[in-house]
């Protein structure tokens, strides 16, 4: 964990942060720059992969021989799943999505995903939040380390400085009261945020912005 400070660049190598019952391994691809996160179960080996965003190939070799159970795309935009199609048919892994938004993938959504649900790596449970807002289905994903703070999986929604981009008052207004009920307001300011961009960020850091956000309403 020491060594992991989140910071990935495409063509560059990833980086991996080790808890004690999971293994998160962050790569930068494709020209928008998009993270993509290969989850392992340390106990069970069982994987999952957070957004096949581009550079199947690369992708591939990240999963490795270990195999891949299943592959969550946060939302519908076309930058989070140009390697969607490729990697799930030479993993045979599951696909899923947030259910407004999985008809708008390349793939048949194997599982479509709501607010609440649950989703299972190996022994390690993922907690499903949908953020309204950014797009219509848009799904972040948290990690409750039973022997630390949580993990948010943010996809667009959450990003350092900010929320993710909104084309209208009406969907900032959705995704500001979304973050705000339902990863600011029950979420510890130790919550890591893994971002669907850039740089990681924790809850502490971005909590005392919000009035700031709202204000500038961006």
Known sequence: MTTYSGDVLVGGPPQTRVLPDLSITKIA?????????????????HQLLIDAADEPQRLLELIGDGGLWAIVTTHRHADHWQALQRVAVRTTALCLAGRLDAEHLPVVADVALDHGDEVQVGSCVLRVVHLIGHTPGSIALVYDDPQGSSHLFSGDSLFPGGPGRTTNPTDFTSLMDSLQTRVFDVMSDETWVYPGHGDDTVLGLERPHMGEWRARGW
């Open 29 to 45: 691809v494709g020209p928008m720059s998009n993270n993509a996160y290969l989850l392992r179960c340390s106990s069970t080996g």
